[in-house]
T-cell receptor, first 112, second 115 residues
Framework: KQEVTQIPAALSVPEGENLVLNCSFT??????LQWFRQDPGKGLTSLLL?????REQTSGRLNASLDKSSGRSTLYIAASQPGDSATYLC???????????FGQGTTLQVKP | GAGVSQSPSNKVTEKGKDVELRCDPI?????LYWYRQSLGQGLEFLIY????????KSGLPSDRFSAERTGGSVSTLTIQRTQQEDSAVYLC?????????????FGSGTQLSVL
């Protein structure tokens, strides 16, 4: 059974720092991995989607990498800003259907 | 519409009552998903509709839960005889196409509180 773990559960950094959020999964047979952002009381916003054949995806200050063989993904946020404060969720698709298995999330606080 | 729309945004009900939650996906999206987010369990898959195929109900926690999708568009999640453990945020998502290549777009959710 696929399990997704995110470390750390919470992170607080000063504005301007570069930071890395970690995601690990137990079964490397995945089709894709997505990183989402969730603001309090809101739904999820998809940030980046990495197909199983890809190693990384970039969008603005965000870079997500995927090492399928070791069951790991990282989300790198450059030059963090207070507006980046949110919960970041990692999810894998092991069935190629969009049925996602989520990690518990990392709650990020960026202090001005 | 511009995004996935869910209603109501909040629902408070008494234990034992039935509730209906509505999802309006992005126009043209053929795949629709229901997820549940609760404090103890995180985000869990409930049910998945793809076009005219039979839905994948493998995530529904009990037979009190059911969902339908009419005309390949709007979906309704029904919870019968609600229990306190059903309290959670119910999130709907949609995606275009088939397979796992596309991003899921989520609505803002329905916060369900069962008293």
């Amino acid at each position: 059974k696929q399990e997704v773990t995110q470390i750390p559960a919470a992170l607080s950094v000063p504005e301007g720092e570069n930071l890395v959020l970690n995601c690990s999964f137990t079964d490397s047979a995945i089709y894709n991995l997505q990183w989402f952002r969730q603001d309090p009381g809101k739904g999820l916003t998809s940030l980046l989607l990495i197909q199983s054949s890809q190693r990384e995806q970039t969008s603005g200050r965000l870079n997500a990498s995927l090492d399928k063989s070791s069951g790991r993904s990282t989300l790198y946020i450059a030059a963090s800003q207070p507006g980046d404060s949110a919960t970041y969720l990692c999810a894998v698709d092991s069935s190629n259907t969009g049925k996602l298995i989520f990690g518990q999330g990392t709650t990020l606080q960026v202090k001005p | 519409g511009a995004g996935v729309s869910q209603s109501p945004s909040n629902k408070v009900t008494e234990k034992g009552k039935d509730v209906e939650l509505r999802c309006d996906p992005i126009s043209g999206h053929t795949a629709l998903y229901w997820y549940r987010q609760s404090l103890g369990q995180g985000l869990e898959f409930l049910i998945y509709f793809q076009g005219n195929s039979a839905p994948d109900k493998s995530g529904l926690p009990s037979d009190r839960f059911s969902a339908e999708r009419t005309g390949g568009s709007v979906s309704t999640l029904t919870i019968q005889r609600t229990q306190q453990e059903d309290s959670a945020v119910y999130l709907c998502a949609s995606r275009s196409g088939t397979g796992g290549r596309g991003k899921l777009f989520f609505g803002s959710g329905t916060q369900l509180s069962v008293l």
